[in-house]
């Protein structure tokens, strides 16, 4: 990924925090097959390792999971809200032209498949993670042994430890604080939630005053 130092977030703590929140990923690999992506709902352990580890697991049936051991390094990929930026938002300016303001964050490493009992641990893990808050909080708990075996058997589980993170943040951080006030002034009149969050991601790091 492309990070112009103005963008650039080298801060692991920071970048673990965006990948907590986004945590549906796209894995992406190139093997025997070729590339190939799935679409995959995570669980991070940020003390795995010097830079964390990525839990998650697929259905058997998807071919993907086939080659990741031999894949090398693979890649997950963690999109934050994105949004236009239109160069009205601006100091009249009438060389300024559009762009896109986004944050996502990119983690590489190797997969190491896990036997039953880590399968295991890792879906209880992601339930209750996921179920957190909820007023009635489902649990695996609510199945026969039986029916577990049975999902158990349907899904392969793996593990990344990561051994590279790279994160960006584009957010207006290379205009003027009269700009990008007018890009957040601009953002949060539009009628939709991307453009409001960025608006707020610039709130929180740009401080433009």
Known sequence: ???PRAFRDSDVASMHAFITEHSFALLVS???????ATHLP?????VRGQRGAIMAHMARANPHWRDLEQAGEVLWVFRGPHAYISPSFYEP????VPTWNYAAVHAYGRVRMTDEASLRAHLDSMVTRYERGRPAPWSTAKLSEERIGNLLRGV???????TR???KRKLSQNRSPADQRGVIAGLEEADDADSAAV??????????G
């Not at 995570?42 to 940020?46: A, F, H, M, S, Y």
């Not at 300016?93 to 300024?96: L, Y």
């Not at 608006?199 to 433009?208: A, I, Q, V, Y």
């Open 199 to 208: 608006g707020k991601l610039m709130r929180e790091l740009n401080n433009p």
């Open 1 to 3: 990924m492309y990070t």
């Open 93 to 96: 300016d009438h060389n300024s």
């Open 42 to 46: 995570v669980v991070l352990d940020p």
């Open 30 to 36: 190139a093997g025997a097959s070729g590339l190939q």
């Open 156 to 162: 392969v589980g793996f593990e990344v430890e990561i």
């Open 165 to 167: 993170l790279i994160g």
